[in-house]
């Protein structure tokens, strides 16, 4: 099989540099690690979680991109020259965020609503931008058809690479991705392009190499929550064992101890990590419904023991 570049997306509060460092010492398989968006503010200040996402030392080992969220090109030129200076050499505009709370503002998926606008921000950033931009995006607000003209603007500049998910803003992540729209995405675009949008185990992932044979690149979140091994087994190799992802999930959740203290905070973060990860077994829903109500460490930790000795993995995709 030709190889085909595997990058993890970011999902915000779920892919900082614990899990980050932790599947790619375990699994690893992963091209470049998409650091969760930062948000751009004056004179590039960073709020205490985007500058321990961000530091070199927590990065070590992978390739870590850093994802920019905002529509003033003064905040994303200053933002992008403090990541330089720390040793960045790429970073990515997200113009994909679905969120109301983000789109009210006019960032994310929001930027997508006035071309007009748009054209000028990406004129601007990219005239003094001291490192390769690539973009993140929607194929529009309300209708397929925003695409063509959306398309056509991203291929007047010169983008590092062009990550589409396939859907509206206002689908959120509802319904099957447009993937009809990617054909002609790679033939318009000068520059390369990565798919992203439901690959969440390996039949998805075939059935996407089968409509688009020419695909080189592929986004992958969720499916890489829930089959940390995937990008193994889209390589040709298997699919994790028990043994392994106990090793993983033991890991991440000595890092978090260790990292945040309090038990709060520690069982909210095991809580986001199992939402994903208990749809790699069978009967997800019952084993969930435990972990939900867990409040107590040691409570958890009885029942993560139960889902290692008692459950059974999903082998069919």
């Known amino acids: 099989m030709k190889k085909i570049q595997i990058d993890f997306a970011p999902l915000e509060g779920i892919t900082g540099y614990h899990l980050r460092q932790v599947h790619h010492s375990h699994f690893g398989d992963i091209d470049r690690y998409y650091i969760p968006f930062i948000q751009p503010k004056q004179h590039g200040h ?145 520059f390369p392009v990565c798919y992203n949008g439901d690959i969440v185990n390996l039949d998805e992932f075939y059935q996407l190499q089968s409509a688009l044979p020419a695909l080189q690149r592929v986004m992958i979140g969720r499916g890489l929550l829930r089959r940390p091994a995937l990008a193994r087994e889209i390589l040709g190799g298997p699919a994790a064992t028990m043994a392994e992802l106990k090793a993983y999930h033991d890991d991440l959740y000595q890092r978090y101890r260790g990292a945040f203290g309090a038990e709060r905070v520690v069982l909210f973060k095991m809580k986001e990590f199992w939402t994903y990860q208990i749809q790699a077994f069978e009967e997800p829903k019952r084993m969930a419904k435990k972990l939900k109500k867990v409040q107590r460490l040691p409570v958890y930790e009885q029942i993560v023991e139960e889902v290692w000795e008692q459950g059974t993995l999903v082998t069919a995709d």
């Open 46 to 190: 960073f709020s205490h979680r985007e500058a321990q996402d961000i530091q070199p030392q927590h990065n070590e080992g992978l390739v870590a991109i850093p994802q920019l969220l905002t529509n003033q090109a003064y905040d994303f030129l200053v933002t992008t020259e403090k990541l330089a200076a720390l040793g960045y050499r790429h970073v990515n505009l997200n113009l994909g965020c679905p969120a109301r709370t983000v789109v009210s503002k006019g960032r994310g998926a929001g930027q997508l609503a006035d071309l007009g606008k748009l054209e000028a921000f990406l004129t601007e950033i990219f005239r003094y931008t001291p490192l390769p931009v690539s973009i993140k995006t929607r194929i529009g607000v309300e209708q397929i058809q925003e695409y063509e003209s959306l398309l056509a603007l991203y291929c007047q500049f010169p983008l590092a690479e062009l990550i589409v998910h396939p859907r509206l803003q206002r689908e959120y992540y509802e319904g099957r991705p447009h993937r009809e729209v990617m054909e002609e995405t790679l033939k318009q675009a000068p």
